[in-house]
């Protein structure tokens, strides 16, 4: 008996839309299918949410039309809708949640709200570093509890899963997210948008021992995280530089901060290794695709012993596959709401929907 969600995404500036299928414990992805603003954000150097909800809203119908022709599905074989409620920019998660509520009322399917974080997490936790992204396994219980970091431009966070479904958040930043101190600081070296990416591979030209930058919360005892100090710290540095030498060790500032984040990110993560003794150990986000960072955290999981997977590159950023994988997982905990009932949350922790006991997976 297969299982087959349409999953919507619309959280920022990207426009996902994907179907999944589960048979047994094999779930395939039928269509995967984004719209990037990417183009027209860098005209403002950032993600303006109108102008965002705006190009959500005049993609959303062609792409929907191009997912169901890819993936070959029609009402008649779709088992629920499974959408993005929060947390996001308002404006933007409003028109994937309105789609999806049309949908389910014009189709009769139940909805699956989905965390977009703990789509970020399913990415991670149903994947290896080698699989493909066509197809994930879902016979994940053997894995937990599983502690996950999440890196992404809004959050950066450790997460405790003790199951499916149920997250603690053991540490989080208290300030910038590690994603956001990477674009500030690529808006300060003058690097175009997307500043995260344009960052790292400036600082693939550089050298990191170049500056000794701060590595904030080091010695805090929690598992919490800082990067306005980092952020700051590349700022007075810069603005100690004539504009000449700015332009010529742009390349070794970058390398130097993005070591000093990297660090900070997997320290914090050793420690909360020792301290949980989690069996698996997950990194999700739009800023796992950062290369440092994975080789980092894959020396760490080595040396500690704990089996590491990542959430493969092309769905590090926000896409329609990471919500539909959590929405299966949902969908089969019978989380669902009635569209009148559903509304989206700009500010959404990821306790904050239902934990419904879960149904067995089935067998092949």
């Known amino acids: 008996m297969a299982t087959r969600l349409l999953a919507i995404e619309t959280s920022c500036d990207e426009t996902g839309l994907a179907v999944v299928e589960q048979r047994g414990s094999t779930i395939t992805v039928l269509a995967n299918e984004l719209a990037s603003q990417t183009d027209i954000h860098a005209l403002t150097g950032g993600v303006v949410p109108n102008v965002a909800a705006r190009e959500h809203l005049a993609v959303m119908q062609?792409?929907?039309?191009?997912?169901l022709e890819t993936s070959n599905t029609d009402r008649n074989n779709l088992d629920a809708i499974a959408i993005t409620v929060g947390p996001g920019l308002m404006p933007a998660l409003v028109i994937g949640v309105q789609a999806a509520?049309?949908?389910?009322?014009?189709?009769?399917?139940?909805?699956?709200?989905?965390?977009?974080?703990?789509?970020?997490?399913y990415s991670a936790l149903l994947s290896t570093v080698s699989s493909k992204r066509a197809t994930f396994n879902s016979?994940?219980?053997?894995?937990?509890?599983?502690?996950?970091?999440?890196?992404s431009g809004g959050h950066t966070m450790l997460v405790l899963m003790t199951d499916h479904l149920s997250y603690q958040v053991i540490g989080?930043?208290?300030?910038?997210?590690?994603?956001?101190?990477?674009?500030?600081?690529?808006r300060l070296l003058g690097l175009p948008y997307p500043g995260g990416p344009a960052l790292s591979r400036l600082a693939g030209e550089g050298n990191?021992?170049?500056?000794?930058?701060?590595?904030?919360?080091?010695?805090?005892?929690?598992?919490?995280?800082?990067?306005?100090g980092l952020k700051t710290d590349v700022l007075y540095t810069v603005r100690n530089l004539d504009q000449a030498t700015q332009e010529r060790e742009r390349a070794n500032l970058a390398a130097s901060f993005q070591a000093a984040a990297v660090e900070a990110l997997v320290y914090k993560t050793k420690q909360a290794l020792a301290k949980h003794s989690p069996r698996t150990l997950l990194l999700a986000g739009g800023v796992a695709a950062n290369q440092l960072l994975r080789q980092k955290l894959k020396q760490l999981a080595e040396a500690e012993q704990v089996p590491l997977r990542i959430?493969?590159?092309?769905?590090?950023?926000?896409?329609?596959?990471?919500?539909?994988?959590?929405?299966?997982?949902?969908?089969?905990?019978?989380?669902?709401?009635?569209w009148p009932d559903l509304d989206a949350t700009a500010r959404l922790s990821l306790d904050s929907l239902p934990t419904p006991q879960l149904e067995s997976t089935p067998a092949h």
């Not at 062609?62 to 997912?67: A, D, G, I, V």
């Not at 500056?211 to 929690?222: A, I, L, V």
């Open 62 to 67: 062609p792409l929907l039309r191009q997912t």
């Open 101 to 121: 509520k049309a949908l389910s009322f014009a189709w009769d399917k139940p909805l699956v709200p989905v965390n977009h974080l703990e789509g970020h997490l």
């Open 139 to 151: 016979q994940a219980q053997e894995h937990f509890p599983a502690l996950a970091l999440l890196v």
């Open 172 to 186: 989080q930043t208290r300030d910038d997210a590690a994603g956001e101190a990477f674009d500030k600081v690529a």
């Open 208 to 228: 990191s021992d170049s500056y000794d930058f701060t590595r904030p919360m080091m010695n805090s005892g929690d598992l919490d995280f800082s990067f306005s």
């Open 311 to 338: 959430a493969p590159l092309d769905l590090c950023g926000d896409n329609g596959v990471m919500i539909g994988l959590a929405g299966l997982r949902a969908f089969q905990a019978k989380r669902t709401t009635p």
